[in-house]
């Protein structure tokens, strides 16, 4: 048969992040960031993406959230976090690959030694993982707002691992 046409563009890799990132396993709260990020899919206009939700959280119940191990920011980390904060604030750039231009020229201008090291600072630091989405969509669906706050709570050293 034919295959099913894509709902509401949102990857179930990107879903998974989402779940981890909010530290949720309430299918209302992932469906509220979805429809900021394509405002015609709900779970009735897109039963697919519906089901997509709920194997998202009960992986993320059974695998991810069991392993997930935050850390602290280092100098230079702490200061690369506070420029992407800060570019994420003066963007009107609400794309996914304006977003991702704006995360390379950070790693790029701020001290990594590659760009595969200050993903895997994002991903450590604000997942709580080693590997992750590509950062410009996960902040375009998880929100520039919400990711601006997330990085403020972990400069001020709260223990995001709560929510």
Same mark, same amino acid.
């Given at each position: 048969?034919?295959?099913?046409?894509?709902?509401?563009?949102?990857?179930?890799?990107?879903?998974?992040?989402?779940?981890?990132?909010?530290?949720?396993?309430?299918?209302?709260?992932?469906?509220?960031?979805?429809? !900021?990020?394509?405002?015609?899919?709900?779970?009735?206009?897109?039963?697919?993406?519906? !089901?997509?939700?709920?194997?998202?959280?009960?992986?993320?119940?059974?695998?991810?959230?069991?392993?997930?191990?935050?850390?602290?920011?280092?100098?230079?980390? !702490?200061?690369?976090?506070?420029?992407?904060?800060?570019?994420?604030?003066?963007?009107?750039?609400?794309?996914?690959?304006?977003?991702?231009?704006?995360?390379?020229?950070?790693?790029?201008?701020?001290?990594?030694?590659?760009? !595969?090291?200050?993903?895997?600072?994002?991903?450590?630091?604000?997942?709580?993982?080693?590997?992750?989405?590509?950062?410009?969509?996960?902040?375009?669906?998880?929100?520039?707002?919400?990711?601006?706050?997330?990085?403020?709570?972990?400069?001020?050293?709260?223990?995001?691992?709560?929510?």
């Amino acid at each position: 048969g034919a295959p099913p046409a894509p709902e509401g563009h949102v990857t179930f890799a990107l879903l998974l992040n989402l779940a981890s990132a909010c530290n949720t396993e309430d299918p209302k709260v992932l469906w509220g960031f979805i429809t !900021r990020y394509a405002p015609d899919a709900t779970p009735e206009t897109a039963p697919i993406l519906d !089901r997509l939700v709920h194997h998202a959280i009960a992986y993320y119940q059974d695998f991810v959230k069991p392993s997930k191990t935050y850390r602290a920011p280092t100098g230079d980390e !702490r200061a690369a976090l506070e420029d992407l904060a800060a570019a994420l604030e003066a963007t009107d750039a609400a794309d996914a690959e304006s977003i991702q231009n704006a995360v390379y020229e950070i790693g790029k201008r701020d001290a990594f030694a590659d760009l !595969r090291a200050w993903f895997r600072a994002l991903y450590e630091i604000l997942l709580g993982t080693d590997q992750g989405p590509r950062m410009g969509s996960f902040i375009a669906l998880f929100g520039k707002a919400e990711t601006v706050a997330l990085i403020r709570r972990v400069l001020a050293g709260e223990d995001i691992s709560r929510g």
